[in-house]
């Protein structure tokens, strides 16, 4: 076995690979480029007139004021990007292969079958959403001020480290069923339906929402909990926490994926 | 023109077709369902959140008539939603249309049969699920008889008229190979000016005046508000008027576009 140092490098560079095949594709089709854009100004401009309209009644909505919102709508667009860019469309090529039975191809390759199935696509426009999240964190950053010290950039980094952790890890689980389940597409569908309940902070929510949206559907982890690192309402229980969380959805998630392994058959078996 | 007897044969028809497919496919109707519930859900709890903050009510809306308001509007939404411009692009890219044009009758009547059936199966299930929200959120709904009626018949003429101008904006896929971009922006537009991000009370004054003119309010928050009464008499009457209005003017842009977009229509592979 290798050391983690040079196994981590080792995927790093498959990522990279992978990003750069799925580049050098998406180059071939521009319109779709254009496309994304207007959808990107689409998803964000109703974002923003959601905010402008609700901050037009109130000043502050359960105690959050416009400018951390504002964040938190930029991290919502920043963490759907990067799902969207590479774990997405590889789960759904993992659920393909495992219908149409070319994951065997997959399989006999000489690398970590999970790693392999986890950068297998990359739908490269979607960077637009990432660049935009990233964009609109920064300004908010920017306009709340002082109130955003190193402290808080740094635990808002892990805890977004951990919560693309945990929502990879559901996915992942989620399309593991499908060695079990094979038609199973639509039960992504779910994931996305919930997701649009991150734009808001979980706290408003009904006690059983919110717990759903913690723990079923986990995207409390990716969206809410972050911003509240960056402006300083985080316990530091909650940052140990989170990241135990994430620790425990991975090896979970891994498990699990190892245990669904054994049930695969392949096309022709 | 075709009779209406066969018409009628035809509808039957389908709807038995259409239930069948609806109970192979069980589990997508449940999913759809969390994606229906799950947006009115959201922005009841966000209004309620602000009119909470606002020491009970925000533009005439207390938190309770908030749950009543978003309740109704996922009924309705529900029973006038299409889905026909999503398919549109797929049938003129890849053919299918043509076996459409090829029977003897309007493809929009197989449409419209199966937008029916669909509704009348998962209105089953919307209206417990809708009976369970006005609970959990303790709504405030309580409308008189004659407002029911005054509902019905703006749900109906706001069921025709959401139909009628969504399959009128399919008809784009015959100009425009990529129409989604065209579906997103609509859906915004629709999502602002029908009342589903929050009731039009609470939108700008200009924004208002403009909602009032273009078609989507009376596809949807104007039944609603309707039910709700608050919307007074003559007002509804009025709102009768420009719903009708509105549907006479897309059936006639529908037929002309219909007419020659069709003979731009080309099959894939023909």
């Known amino acids: ?269 | 023109m075709f009779a209406s007897r066969a018409l009628v044969g035809i509808y039957r028809a389908k709807f038995r077709n259409e239930i069948a497919v609806q109970f192979a496919y069980r589990w997508a109707l449940g999913i759809w369902l969390i994606g229906l519930v799950l947006e009115p859900l959201v922005y009841l709890v966000v209004w309620t959140t602000v009119a909470r903050s606002q020491g009970g009510a925000v533009a005439g809306f207390t938190a309770s008539e908030f749950a009543a308001y978003f309740t109704v509007l996922m009924v309705v939404n529900q029973l006038t939603f299409t889905w026909h411009f999503f398919e549109f692009e797929w049938r003129v890219r890849n053919g299918f249309f043509s076996p459409l044009l090829l029977r003897p009758v309007h493809p929009v009547h197989n449409d419209l049969a199966e937008n029916l059936t669909f509704k009348l199966l998962t209105f089953t299930v919307v209206l417990p699920v809708a009976a369970l929200l006005l609970l959990t959120f303790d709504a405030q709904l309580a409308p008189a008889p004659w407002q029911i009626a005054a509902f019905l018949v703006a749900l109906v003429l706001a069921m025709v008229l959401r139909f009628v101008f969504e399959w009128t904006l399919a008809l784009a896929a015959f100009w425009v190979t990529r129409v989604n971009a065209i579906n997103e922006t609509y859906f915004v537009v629709l999502l602002f000016l029908s009342g589903q991000v929050a009731p039009l009370a609470l939108l700008p004054p200009v924004v208002r005046g403009v909602a009032e003119i273009l078609p989507f309010r009376w596809m949807i928050s104007f039944p609603v508000e309707t039910l709700l009464g608050r919307v007074p008499g003559e007002a509804i009457l009025r709102g009768y008027a420009i719903q009708l209005a509105w549907i006479v003017a897309a059936i006639v842009v529908l037929r002309v576009a219909w007419r020659v977009g069709v003979r731009r229509y080309s099959a894939v592979g023909a």
């Open chain 1, 1 to 269: 076995m290798a050391d983690p140092a040079r196994r981590l490098r080792r995927a790093f560079q498959l990522l990279w690979l992978s990003i750069r095949l799925g580049a050098l594709n998406a180059l071939q089709y521009r319109v779709e480029f254009v496309l994304q854009l207007v959808q990107s100004s689409i998803a964000l401009g109703t974002a923003l007139a959601g905010l402008a309209l609700v901050f037009s009644h109130t000043d502050n909505l359960a105690g959050w004021r416009p400018d951390e919102l504002l964040a938190l709508v930029g991290v919502f667009q920043l963490v759907a990007g990067l799902v969207g860019l590479v774990i997405r469309p590889s789960m759904e090529q993992l659920m393909e292969g495992v219908r149409l039975g070319t994951l065997d191809f997959t399989l006999t390759k000489p690398a970590d079958a999970q790693l392999l199935v986890s950068v297998r696509r990359v739908n490269v426009w979607r960077i637009i959403d990432v660049l935009v999240g990233a964009g609109l964190i920064l300004f908010a950053v920017a306009r709340i001020g002082e109130r955003v010290g190193p402290a808080g950039a740094a635990s808002f980094v892990l805890v977004l480290l951990a919560g693309m952790a945990i929502i990879y890890s559901f996915l992942l689980t989620l399309s593991t069923l499908s060695f079990w389940l094979v038609r199973l597409e639509n039960i992504l569908v779910i994931y996305a339906s919930m997701y649009e309940a991150g734009r808001w902070p979980v706290g408003i929510y009904p006690i059983w929402l919110r717990i759903a949206l913690t723990f079923v559907v986990p995207v409390a982890f990716a969206i809410t909990v972050p911003v509240e690192a960056l402006v300083g309402r985080l316990e530091p229980i909650g940052l140990v926490g989170a990241l135990a969380l994430a620790a425990a959805f991975l090896i979970a998630s891994r498990l699990f994926w190892r245990f669904g392994l054994r049930h695969y058959t392949g096309a022709s078996a």
